[in-house]
Protein backbone atom coordinates (compact mmCIF):
# COMPACT_ATOMS: atom_id res chain seq x y z
CA UNK A 1 0.00 0.00 0.00
CA UNK A 2 1.19 3.43 -1.08
CA UNK A 3 1.29 6.45 1.43
CA UNK A 4 -1.27 7.79 -1.15
CA UNK A 5 -3.30 4.87 -0.77
CA UNK A 6 -3.17 4.72 3.25
CA UNK A 7 -3.91 8.46 3.27
CA UNK A 8 -6.97 8.30 0.85
CA UNK A 9 -8.13 4.98 2.85
CA UNK A 10 -8.06 7.32 6.29
CA UNK A 11 -9.82 10.11 4.56
CA UNK A 12 -12.54 7.74 3.64
CA UNK A 13 -12.76 6.30 7.36
CA UNK A 14 -13.32 9.71 8.10
CA UNK A 15 -15.69 10.73 6.06
CA UNK A 16 -18.07 7.42 6.85
CA UNK A 17 -17.72 8.04 10.28
CA UNK A 18 -19.26 11.39 10.20
CA UNK A 19 -21.67 10.40 7.79
CA UNK A 20 -22.41 7.92 10.44
CA UNK A 21 -23.26 10.42 14.34
CA UNK A 22 -18.71 10.47 14.42
CA UNK A 23 -18.96 6.68 14.90
CA UNK A 24 -17.19 3.70 13.27
CA UNK A 25 -16.99 -0.45 14.20
CA UNK A 26 -13.86 -1.81 14.03
CA UNK A 27 -14.73 -4.28 11.60
CA UNK A 28 -15.12 -1.10 9.15
CA UNK A 29 -11.64 0.19 10.00
CA UNK A 30 -9.83 -3.55 9.04
CA UNK A 31 -12.13 -3.97 5.60
CA UNK A 32 -10.65 -0.42 4.58
CA UNK A 33 -7.27 -1.19 5.41
CA UNK A 34 -7.21 -5.46 5.43
CA UNK A 35 -5.55 -7.45 8.06
CA UNK A 36 -2.72 -8.84 5.61
CA UNK A 37 -1.99 -5.18 4.90
CA UNK A 38 -0.91 -3.45 8.03
CA UNK A 39 0.28 -4.30 10.98
CA UNK A 40 -1.01 -4.44 14.80
CA UNK A 41 0.78 -1.12 15.55
CA UNK A 42 -0.63 0.59 12.62
CA UNK A 43 -3.89 -0.89 13.16
CA UNK A 44 -3.47 0.82 17.03
CA UNK A 45 -2.37 3.78 15.55
CA UNK A 46 -5.26 4.37 12.95
CA UNK A 47 -7.99 3.73 16.13
CA UNK A 48 -5.56 6.39 18.27
CA UNK A 49 -5.95 8.83 15.44
CA UNK A 50 -9.35 8.49 14.67
CA UNK A 51 -10.12 9.13 18.14
CA UNK A 52 -8.23 12.71 18.30
CA UNK A 53 -10.60 13.74 15.62
CA UNK A 54 -13.58 12.84 17.93
CA UNK A 55 -14.54 9.78 15.91
CA UNK A 56 -15.90 7.45 18.42
CA UNK A 57 -14.70 3.89 17.36
CA UNK A 58 -16.64 0.92 18.88
CA UNK A 59 -15.08 -1.82 20.26
CA UNK A 60 -11.81 -0.11 20.76
CA UNK A 61 -10.11 0.21 24.07
CA UNK A 62 -7.05 2.63 24.15
CA UNK A 63 -4.42 1.92 26.69
CA UNK A 64 -4.18 4.08 28.68
CA UNK A 65 -0.60 4.49 30.78
CA UNK A 66 -1.87 4.03 34.66
CA UNK A 67 -0.55 6.74 37.10
CA UNK A 68 -1.92 7.98 40.19
CA UNK A 69 -4.64 10.70 40.06
CA UNK A 70 -5.05 12.98 42.91
CA UNK A 71 -8.46 14.57 43.31
CA UNK A 72 -9.45 18.12 44.69
CA UNK A 73 -11.32 17.77 47.96
CA UNK A 74 -14.25 18.79 46.65
CA UNK A 75 -13.87 15.60 43.87
CA UNK A 76 -12.27 13.19 46.44
CA UNK A 77 -15.81 13.81 48.43
CA UNK A 78 -18.27 14.00 45.83
CA UNK A 79 -16.92 10.46 44.73
CA UNK A 80 -17.33 8.94 48.21
CA UNK A 81 -21.08 10.12 48.61
CA UNK A 82 -21.61 8.72 45.48
CA UNK A 83 -20.25 5.48 46.60
CA UNK A 84 -22.13 5.30 49.46
CA UNK A 85 -24.51 5.89 47.45
CA UNK A 86 -24.38 2.87 45.57
CA UNK A 87 -23.33 0.66 48.06
CA UNK A 88 -27.16 -1.08 48.10
CA UNK A 89 -27.04 -2.05 44.89
CA UNK A 90 -26.47 -6.27 44.84
CA UNK A 91 -23.43 -7.02 42.95
CA UNK A 92 -23.71 -9.11 40.02
CA UNK A 93 -24.09 -13.23 39.98
CA UNK A 94 -22.24 -15.23 37.69
CA UNK A 95 -23.64 -15.49 34.16
CA UNK A 96 -26.04 -12.74 35.02
CA UNK A 97 -24.77 -9.94 32.50
CA UNK A 98 -24.77 -12.62 29.61
CA UNK A 99 -28.34 -13.29 30.68
CA UNK A 100 -29.92 -9.52 30.67
CA UNK A 101 -27.63 -8.77 27.67
CA UNK A 102 -29.48 -11.61 25.42
CA UNK A 103 -33.04 -10.85 26.75
CA UNK A 104 -32.27 -7.25 25.93
CA UNK A 105 -31.26 -8.10 22.22
CA UNK A 106 -34.50 -10.47 22.02
CA UNK A 107 -36.57 -7.02 22.30
CA UNK A 108 -37.00 -7.18 26.17
CA UNK A 109 -37.02 -3.67 28.06
CA UNK A 110 -37.18 -4.88 31.47
CA UNK A 111 -32.96 -5.75 31.82
CA UNK A 112 -31.93 -2.30 31.36
CA UNK A 113 -33.16 -0.90 34.72
CA UNK A 114 -30.78 -4.04 36.15
CA UNK A 115 -28.23 -3.35 33.86
CA UNK A 116 -27.71 0.15 35.09
CA UNK A 117 -27.34 -0.76 38.09
CA UNK A 118 -24.12 -3.10 37.34
CA UNK A 119 -22.92 -0.56 35.32
CA UNK A 120 -23.38 2.65 37.70
CA UNK A 121 -20.54 1.27 39.86
CA UNK A 122 -18.00 0.81 37.58
CA UNK A 123 -18.62 4.77 35.94
CA UNK A 124 -16.62 6.43 38.78
CA UNK A 125 -13.32 4.82 38.07
CA UNK A 126 -13.50 5.47 34.52
CA UNK A 127 -14.62 8.99 35.36
CA UNK A 128 -11.13 9.13 37.53
CA UNK A 129 -8.81 8.20 34.27
CA UNK A 130 -10.87 10.74 32.77
CA UNK A 131 -9.91 13.44 35.05
CA UNK A 132 -7.75 16.19 34.37
CA UNK A 133 -7.88 19.36 36.57
CA UNK A 134 -10.32 21.35 33.58
CA UNK A 135 -13.06 18.61 34.04
CA UNK A 136 -14.94 18.33 37.42
CA UNK A 137 -15.44 14.88 38.40
CA UNK A 138 -19.16 15.32 38.63
CA UNK A 139 -19.71 16.31 35.41
CA UNK A 140 -17.77 13.22 34.12
CA UNK A 141 -19.84 10.80 36.06
CA UNK A 142 -22.69 12.43 35.19
CA UNK A 143 -22.01 12.45 31.64
CA UNK A 144 -21.09 8.50 32.16
CA UNK A 145 -24.21 7.71 33.85
CA UNK A 146 -25.68 9.92 30.59
CA UNK A 147 -24.06 7.58 28.04
CA UNK A 148 -24.98 4.55 30.15
CA UNK A 149 -28.63 5.37 29.60
CA UNK A 150 -28.34 6.16 25.94
CA UNK A 151 -26.02 3.09 24.90
CA UNK A 152 -28.48 0.31 26.90
CA UNK A 153 -31.41 2.42 24.59
CA UNK A 154 -29.54 1.52 21.18
CA UNK A 155 -27.97 -1.90 22.18
CA UNK A 156 -31.11 -3.35 20.76
CA UNK A 157 -30.51 -2.13 17.28
CA UNK A 158 -26.35 -2.20 17.19
CA UNK A 159 -26.34 -5.78 18.20
CA UNK A 160 -23.00 -5.76 18.73
CA UNK A 161 -20.57 -8.96 18.73
CA UNK A 162 -19.57 -8.33 22.75
CA UNK A 163 -22.30 -6.21 24.33
CA UNK A 164 -20.22 -5.79 27.69
CA UNK A 165 -17.19 -4.59 25.85
CA UNK A 166 -19.64 -2.79 23.03
CA UNK A 167 -21.48 -0.43 26.50
CA UNK A 168 -18.22 -0.14 28.21
CA UNK A 169 -16.58 1.62 25.08
CA UNK A 170 -19.80 3.87 24.56
CA UNK A 171 -19.29 4.86 28.49
CA UNK A 172 -15.83 5.72 28.37
CA UNK A 173 -15.86 7.52 24.86
CA UNK A 174 -18.43 9.43 26.09
CA UNK A 175 -16.66 10.41 29.69
CA UNK A 176 -13.08 11.33 27.49
CA UNK A 177 -15.00 13.66 24.89
CA UNK A 178 -16.60 15.37 27.80
CA UNK A 179 -12.87 15.75 29.60
CA UNK A 180 -11.30 17.01 25.93
CA UNK A 181 -13.93 19.57 25.49
CA UNK A 182 -13.93 21.04 29.02
CA UNK A 183 -9.97 20.91 28.57
CA UNK A 184 -10.11 22.78 24.99
CA UNK A 185 -12.42 25.47 26.64
CA UNK A 186 -10.47 26.06 29.68
CA UNK A 187 -7.69 26.33 27.05
CA UNK A 188 -9.20 29.21 25.32
CA UNK A 189 -9.94 30.72 27.71
CA UNK A 190 -6.49 31.06 29.14
CA UNK A 191 -5.14 32.02 25.53
CA UNK A 192 -7.91 34.94 25.91
CA UNK A 193 -7.07 36.00 29.41
CA UNK A 194 -3.65 36.33 28.03
CA UNK A 195 -4.37 37.97 24.51
CA UNK A 196 -6.64 40.37 26.61
CA UNK A 197 -3.47 41.18 28.95
CA UNK A 198 -1.57 41.59 26.09
CA UNK A 199 -3.59 44.32 24.33
CA UNK A 200 -4.18 45.78 27.58
CA UNK A 201 -0.57 46.34 27.74
CA UNK A 202 -0.18 47.60 24.46
CA UNK A 203 -2.98 50.02 24.48
CA UNK A 204 -0.75 51.43 27.87
CA UNK A 205 2.34 51.28 25.54
CA UNK A 206 0.98 53.12 22.73
CA UNK A 207 -0.85 55.66 24.91
CA UNK A 208 2.17 56.86 26.55
CA UNK A 209 4.07 57.15 23.28
CA UNK A 210 1.40 59.27 21.29
CA UNK A 211 0.35 60.70 24.35
CA UNK A 212 -3.63 60.76 23.21
CA UNK A 213 -6.32 57.95 22.78
CA UNK A 214 -5.97 55.40 20.49
CA UNK A 215 -8.10 54.25 17.38
CA UNK A 216 -9.00 50.55 16.81
CA UNK A 217 -7.14 50.61 13.44
CA UNK A 218 -3.70 51.93 15.16
CA UNK A 219 -3.81 49.27 18.09
CA UNK A 220 -4.97 46.35 15.19
CA UNK A 221 -1.79 47.25 12.97
CA UNK A 222 0.54 47.63 16.04
CA UNK A 223 -0.35 44.05 16.95
CA UNK A 224 -1.06 42.86 13.29
CA UNK A 225 -4.26 41.86 13.98
CA UNK A 226 -7.59 42.81 12.82
CA UNK A 227 -9.71 45.80 14.48
CA UNK A 228 -12.15 43.72 14.60
CA UNK A 229 -10.51 41.42 16.80
CA UNK A 230 -9.31 44.35 18.59
CA UNK A 231 -12.93 45.25 19.49
CA UNK A 232 -13.91 41.66 20.73
CA UNK A 233 -11.16 41.20 23.00
CA UNK A 234 -11.71 45.30 24.37
CA UNK A 235 -15.34 43.93 25.09
CA UNK A 236 -13.76 41.22 27.23
CA UNK A 237 -11.86 43.56 28.57
CA UNK A 238 -14.28 46.44 29.67
CA UNK A 239 -12.44 48.98 28.17
CA UNK A 240 -13.10 50.73 24.74
CA UNK A 241 -10.93 52.36 21.70
CA UNK A 242 -12.35 54.73 19.42
CA UNK A 243 -13.06 54.04 15.72
CA UNK A 244 -11.19 57.08 13.64
CA UNK A 245 -13.89 58.87 12.04
CA UNK A 246 -14.19 61.40 8.99
Known sequence: MTQEEFRQRLEGLLETARSRDSRIALGTIREAFGEQEISQEQFTLICDYLLSQKILVEGYEKEEPEEEISLPA??????????????????????????????????????????????????????????????????????????????????????????????????????????????????????????????????????????????????ADYMNISEEEVEAILKLAGEEVPKETD
Do not use: C, H
Open 74 to 219: EDENYLREYREQLEGLKPAEPGEREALFRELLQGKQEPKNRLSELYLGEIPELARKAYTPEAALADLIQEGNLQLMLALGELEAAKPEDPDRWLRSRIREGILALARQQKDVRSRDRKMVSRVEELKDTISILKEEFGRKLYADEV
